[in-house]
């Protein structure tokens, strides 16, 4: 017995023992989490995760990315007293009163979970606070409450219940990417906390427990009547009256948009540059990937855009869409129109003769049926089903609504602009597309491979100017001719509307965008040259990706290929930046929440340019501005007049008052079946490029909507705008290598005294002028006096008088003149002489090619 009771003894002492060392273990587990709350959790040195705030070129603020975690820091006192009415009341009633917890709200959570009832959470906010703080509160289990009890306690022991509400206020999440009360009522009312309203107040606290459940947009019924609830406690507990409730409630509810989606934060922040925001971050995250947070840590990203030069972008872009859409749904009204028509006609022919397949009435009566209800119907039935909370509603609703997108694509005319600084590739102005939302975040500056069009051209008439067998002032014939490319197979190009002028000089083929010259070039110089030149301007290295790009067929002079626009922006300021490689850059410097500088891509970039040695200047200095002479020919009285008004938008005043023209050149494009609208123009500060078109192939953007008379303007305002305040400034012209030489405009020859058609003053590589004198016009000279001669000789008598010719082939009254009449002459009656007529003919034909073309702006 003995024994016993000393083995009970031993085993009593063993489990005392052991106790105390769990005890112990966990005491000092709990003390060293106090020490390190003490430590670590000082509410004065809380370190929330903080934005990336992007920064424009002159240190102007953009936007900032948060993502998931929008938060904006409030202090308590800048809070109305409502706010924090409105959450004790919802969160935590008795909050100034119990020590960390309750025993009666956990008991009721208790509770309500053993009966499978919802009396609301045990927890109070300061609980909240610690389970957010230290505590996966994902974590449904007993451990995790009593370690968040732990921890509140310790909360409690440490700060204030004003530091812990403060605390709370600023870290909670409110919903659709938000943390705290200043960053939510920013989304949600569209102004700081500071403020807010009372039923505002009680909308965001409504969100606590669940932001999905209780989203105003997507639940506008749900959340009404859980915000009258809140409201209707606050006035029982004293913290309203009841009439300034109601009042609340039904200015809230009467100036409710109906119509907003719950977009996250990130949609809807604040952004002066939605569209290079985006481009930004895509930056970020490839430079940042797997090494920081850009949404919490803090950083300020130093980047290249001009704020002033991206709001105008955004108003040309914006005006220049609308009108293109609105010409395209004209255009399209018309030809459903004329389809009506036919209809009509084809269903009576189909009853009188009893053919059913040619009644296509009814199925044009549906397609406007299907087109009226998306378009107009729709959009009242979305709104409904957020009203009245019907979700089969809501979910037909969402299916018409992707229809429409779906076929928006093939219909909606997007565009796309970007702009960069010649000297130092930054970036000043991007637009992506039409809008940035959910469904349209494709930045086609730099994402969408297009065909370029005769913007193209300019590219490979660089390489003929390098080869010499071509200058400025070389003819080239614009008539009809059949091609053969590489596999033998023909190819026959046409110019814009079928027109031929003939024999013209190279300038004037480029500045008018002369298909049929342009591939005469091409295929003068070989696709060798035209490709390596053409790829070295677009920043193309790779072999097998010049090979994929570049199709070795003479189309290829017409632009078919598939390149971005800033591809094309970076080629064309190649040609401002003296054949110089110009790089086109986003970001300059990224530095952390301290100030330190982790990432200078600019500085990085520099220093490769600068290892780069003379592989930098992709084209020798003297070509690049002929390329840029002869596309000032463009502006001048080419494709892009119209759109640069003639030099008009690039004449401004200096400080004095003194009105200047700023140099400009650039190229126009429309490619087949007027699918894309193109202009690429640059002066000596900056390069844009614009593009115009459909996401989905098969549209055409109709005649009104080219490259000279919908892309040209657009690139003449903007361009206008951004260098408004700008002082004079010319392209650098080389010292040596140089030539300039006034020709005859008609010959491209050196002029002479019977040179009638004008003179050009053209730039030329050393050793590639003319040195002839034109025959041209002394050759017309001859013609003109044999003909003269030969109708002198057998003219007519008109009443006995004999025909007396001028100089210039017109027949003048021989009354004036005292010579007797010469002999030989024939009667009036007299049939004219096939040789008569040839002379005749060859005159008529002299004064023809004399004659310049007037400029059509839809010419290309």
């Known amino acids: 017995m003995f024994s016993k009771e000393r083995r009970a003894f031993s085993i009593t002492m063993i489990a005392i023992l052991l ?5 112990g273990a966990a005491l000092g587990t709990a003390l060293a989490a106090t020490i390190n709350l003490k430590n670590m959790e000082n509410f004065s040195e809380f370190n929330p995760a903080l934005p990336t705030r992007i920064l424009d070129v002159n240190g102007e603020l953009i ?31 008795v909050f100034y009163k119990h020590g960390g917890f309750t025993i009666k709200a956990i008991g009721r959570a208790v509770f309500g979970k053993l009966t499978g009832r919802s009396l609301g959470g045990g927890s109070t906010i300061t609980q909240q606070v610690a389970g957010t703080l230290y505590l996966d509160r994902s974590d449904i289990s007993i451990t995790r409450k009593l370690k968040e009890l732990w921890w509140a306690l310790q909360l409690e022991r440490r700060y204030s219940k004003d530091e812990i509400l403060e605390l709370y206020l600023n870290k909670m999440y409110f919903g659709c990417g938000t943390y705290g009360v200043n960053a939510a009522s920013k989304f949600y009312f569209g102004h700081p906390a500071s403020e807010i309203t009372p039923a505002e107040a009680c909308m965001l606290v409504i969100q606590l427990s669940n932001p999905a459940f209780y989203n105003p947009f997507e639940h506008p019924n749900r959340a009404m009547d859980r915000q009258k609830y809140v409201l209707d406690e606050m006035v029982k507990l004293g913290y309203l009256e009841k ?12 100036n409710f948009d109906y119509s907003r989606t719950a977009t996250s934060v990130w949609l809807t922040r604040e952004d002066k540059a939605r569209w290079f925001s985006e481009y930004v971050l895509r930056e970020l995250t490839s430079m940042m990937y797997g090494t920081m947070d850009i949404y919490s840590d803090g950083y300020t990203v130093h980047t290249t855009l001009n704020l002033r030069h991206q709001e105008a972008a955004e108003k040309v872009m914006q005006e220049y869409l609308t009108d293109a859409n609105n010409r395209f749904k004209r255009s399209s009204s018309a030809r459903f129109a004329e389809g009506d028509e036919y209809a009509r006609i084809t269903e009576l022919l189909a009853l ?11 199925e044009r009566l549906n397609v406007k049926s299907v087109s009226l209800y998306r378009n107009k119907i729709n959009p009242v039935v979305d709104m409904l089903s957020l009203i009245t909370g019907l979700d089969r509603l809501k979910i037909e609703s969402n299916k018409a609504n992707a229809k429409v997108q779906s076929v928006a694509a093939k219909t909606t005319i997007e565009g796309t602009l970007v702009a960069i600084d010649n000297d130092t590739g930054y970036i000043t102005a991007l637009v992506g597309g039409s809008k940035f939302d959910e469904s349209n975040q494709l930045i086609r500056a730099t994402q969408a491979y297009v065909q370029p069009g ?33 596999d033998n197979i023909p190819y026959t190009p046409l110019n814009f509307r079928g027109e031929w002028k003939g024999t013209v000089l190279l300038w004037e083929a480029l500045a008018n965008s002369m298909n049929v010259p342009s591939i005469r070039i091409l295929d003068s110089i070989g696709f060798d040259a035209a490709i390596q030149r053409s790829a070295a301007l677009l920043g193309i290295k790779n072999k097998a990706q010049i090979e994929k790009v570049f199709p070795r067929v003479h189309s290829l002079g017409l632009g078919v290929i598939s390149v971005a626009p800033i591809q094309m922006a970076k080629a064309f300021a190649t040609f401002a930046n003296q054949g110089k490689e110009v790089t086109p850059i986003a970001i300059r410097s990224v530095e952390d929440r301290n100030g330190k500088t982790i990432i200078d891509r600019e500085k990085d970039l520099r220093l490769e340019q600068k290892r780069s040695g003379a592989a930098i200047q992709v084209i020798s200095p003297q070509n690049a501005f002929i390329m840029t002479d002869l596309l000032k020919n463009t502006i001048k009285q080419g494709t892009l007049g119209w759109g640069s008004g003639y030099e008009r938008k690039f004449t401004f005043r200096d400080a004095t008052g003194k009105r200047f023209v700023m140099p400009a050149a650039g190229k126009t494009g429309t490619t087949q079946n007027w699918a894309d609208a193109w202009t690429v123009g640059y002066t000596p500060y900056y390069t844009t490029a614009i593009w115009f078109g459909f996401d989905s192939r098969g549209y055409s953007l109709g005649l009104d909507n080219t490259g000279a ?13 951004i260098h408004e305040g700008l002082p004079y400034r010319d392209f650098v012209k080389p010292q040596t290598g140089l030539v300039s030489a006034t020709i005859c405009a008609k010959s491209g020859l050196l002029p002479t005294s019977s040179c009638t058609d004008g003179t050009k003053t053209l730039y030329y590589l050393e050793g590639t002028q003319p040195h002839s004198y034109c025959e041209y016009h002394e050759n017309v000279e001859s013609l003109k006096r044999l003909a003269i001669d030969r109708l002198q000789t057998e003219s007519l008598s008109v009443g006995q008088k004999p025909i007396i010719v001028d100089t210039t082939g017109l027949m003048l009254d021989p009354d004036i003149f005292t010579d007797p009449v010469p002999t030989g002459v024939h009667s009036e009656s007299e049939t004219e002489t096939s040789d008569m007529q040839t002379q005749r003919d060859i005159i008529e034909e002299g004064k023809s090619e004399l004659q310049e073309p007037a400029f059509n702006p839809l010419l290309e």
Do not use: C
Request: charged share 20%.
């Open 19 to 23: 106790f105390s060392v769990l005890a």
């Open 63 to 93: 936007t900032e990315f948060a993502s998931t975690e929008k938060r904006e820091m409030i202090s308590l006192d800048k809070l109305p007293r409502h706010m924090v009415a409105a959450l004790l009341t919802r969160e935590d009633q």
């Open 454 to 486: 005769s913007t193209f051209k300019p590219l490979f008439y660089s390489a003929a100017i390098d080869s010499r067998k071509f200058t400025a002032g070389s003819q080239i014939s614009d008539t009809p001719v059949v091609f053969y490319n590489e």
């Open 709 to 721: 008379t919908l892309a040209g303007p657009a690139w003449g305002d903007f361009m206008n705008s």
């Open 243 to 254: 009439t300034e409730a109601e009042e609340s409630f039904s200015n809230y509810w009467a």
């Open 352 to 362: 009188t003769f009893n053919i059913p397949p040619l009644a296509v009435s009814a």
